[in-house]
């Protein structure tokens, strides 16, 4: 944690919960938060699926908590004969603040690519929607050495054309591949040193970048304790009420 960074502590629910649930997820995440000052509190968001999120948009004021609300993709283009794609305008209808782009998971199954990464980025801006950029390397990257490189190339086609402002408006995910749901986390130190490369590749100190690949309650304060790590884009624990608020809790700027 850095004090000039408001930390931001992510949930990604993946393709996990229904509508239901997730307002289920919400009455129980509630009451364990109301103790805590607004200043007392990281940022919390939660990339829930499309078809939870209107329904999430309006639970949350009777809820009287302050998480944001992310989806976990969108579409480039506004509008068109796209079947079965949502648009950043579509996403602005519900309040949702946040958009996850480049997931390797998406990079993986769904073929995206640096330039479909770009111009996605593009359009969340131009909609006000702040993107949540991921970038990492395989196993087999990191044991051939090439992890700086990779994660370096990722991050310079990202933010392609951005203006020096529009960076501002980003975040960033350090997800290394092979920690992301094998129960394998990324060293803190480590996790840090990648990090602080994209930060350098950036250029920018404001820019917050979180750690995302198996963050647990266990693990959670050693990453958390490092300079360059602002945060986390967390999967499995997020799912559970109990451990997301653990997560909450390390991340908070001012301890209670
Ligand atoms: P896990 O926390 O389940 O490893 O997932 C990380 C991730 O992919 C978040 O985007």
Same mark, same amino acid.
């Given at each position: 944690m850095?004090?000039?960074?408001?930390? %931001?502590?992510?949930?990604?629910? @993946?393709?996990?919960?229904?509508?239901?649930? =997730?307002?289920?997820?919400?009455?129980?995440?509630?009451?364990? %938060?109301?103790?805590f000052?607004?200043?007392e509190?990281p940022?919390?968001?939660? &990339?829930?699926?499309?078809?939870?999120?209107?329904?999430?948009?309006?639970?949350?004021?009777?809820?009287?908590?302050?998480?944001?609300?992310?989806?976990?993709?969108?579409?480039?283009?506004?509008?068109?004969?796209?079947?079965?794609? /949502?648009?950043?305008?579509?996403?602005?209808?519900?309040? +949702?603040?946040? +958009? #996850? /782009?480049?997931?390797?998971?998406?990079?993986?199954?769904?073929?995206?690519?640096?330039?479909? !990464?770009?111009?996605? #980025? @593009?359009?969340?801006?131009?909609?006000?929607?702040?993107?949540? !950029? &991921?970038?990492?390397?395989?196993? =087999?990257?990191?044991?051939?050495?090439?992890?700086?490189?990779?994660?370096?190339?990722? !991050?310079?086609?990202?933010?392609?054309?951005?203006?020096?402002?529009?960076?501002?408006? %980003? +975040?960033?995910?350090?997800?290394?591949?092979?920690? /992301?749901?094998?129960?394998?986390? &990324?060293?803190?130190?480590?996790?840090?040193? !990648? #990090?602080?490369? #994209?930060?350098?590749?950036?250029?920018?100190?404001?820019?917050? /970048?979180?750690?995302?690949?198996?963050?647990?309650?266990?693990?959670?304060e050693?990453?958390m304790a490092?300079?360059?790590?602002?945060?986390?884009?967390?999967?499995?624990?997020?799912?559970?009420?109990?451990?997301?608020?653990? %997560?909450?809790r390390a991340a908070m700027p001012v301890r209670v």
């Amino acid at each position: 944690m850095n004090p000039n960074r408001k930390p %931001l502590m992510a949930g990604n629910w @993946k393709m996990y919960k229904t509508a239901r649930e =997730a307002l289920a997820f919400i009455e129980a995440l509630t009451p364990m %938060l109301k103790p805590f000052h607004d200043d007392e509190m990281p940022d919390v968001l939660l &990339c829930a699926p499309f078809t939870a999120l209107p329904f999430m948009h309006q639970a949350l004021p009777k809820a009287q908590t302050d998480f944001s609300l992310g989806a976990q993709n969108m579409e480039a283009h506004d509008e068109g004969a796209y079947t079965g794609e /949502i648009s950043a305008r579509m996403l602005k209808e519900w309040d +949702v603040e946040f +958009v #996850i /782009i480049g997931h390797s998971e998406r990079r993986e199954y769904f073929n995206e690519t640096d330039e479909t !990464v770009n111009a996605k #980025i @593009k359009a969340a801006l131009a909609n006000h929607l702040r993107p949540i !950029v &991921c970038v990492g390397e395989s196993l =087999a990257q990191r044991e051939a050495g090439e992890t700086d490189a990779w994660v370096e190339k990722q !991050v310079k086609a990202a933010i392609a054309g951005l203006s020096p402002e529009q960076l501002e408006w %980003l +975040v960033f995910a350090y997800e290394p591949i092979w920690a /992301i749901g094998t129960g394998k986390v &990324c060293e803190a130190d480590e996790a840090n040193r !990648v #990090i602080g490369l #994209i930060r350098k590749a950036l250029n920018n100190a404001h820019v917050r /970048i979180l750690y995302g690949g198996s963050m647990k309650p266990d693990n959670v304060e050693g990453l958390m304790a490092q300079p360059e790590i602002d945060g986390g884009l967390v999967g499995g624990a997020s799912l559970q009420p109990e451990s997301f608020f653990q %997560l909450i809790r390390a991340a908070m700027p001012v301890r209670v």
